[in-house]
């Protein structure tokens, strides 16, 4: 069985980045804890989900076969199926 850790730690917000987030997270209907930690962790999953090797072989995978990536004008897409 596997157990989710969590680390508590006790962090300063400035008063006006306090009020926003609480609104924002009245607007969604959840905690301002909850909606904290819910911004971390897509931070965090976004950040790695860029060097994700699973997300490297998604990508490959979509690379179409037998077109010269030259040909593909657009650069990110290039890029993205030159992984």
Do not use: W
């Amino acid at each position: 069985m596997e157990t989710a850790t969590a680390h508590r730690k006790l962090i300063d917000i400035k008063t006006s980045v306090f009020e926003e987030l609480t609104l924002q997270a009245q607007d969604r209907g959840i905690s301002l804890k909850r909606y904290i930690e819910n911004l971390l962790e897509e931070t965090c999953l976004s950040r790695k989900s860029a060097y994700s090797p699973g997300i490297s072989r998604l990508i490959g995978s979509a690379r179409p076969k037998g077109i010269d990536l030259s040909s593909i004008e657009d650069d990110r897409l290039q890029y993205l199926l030159s992984k």
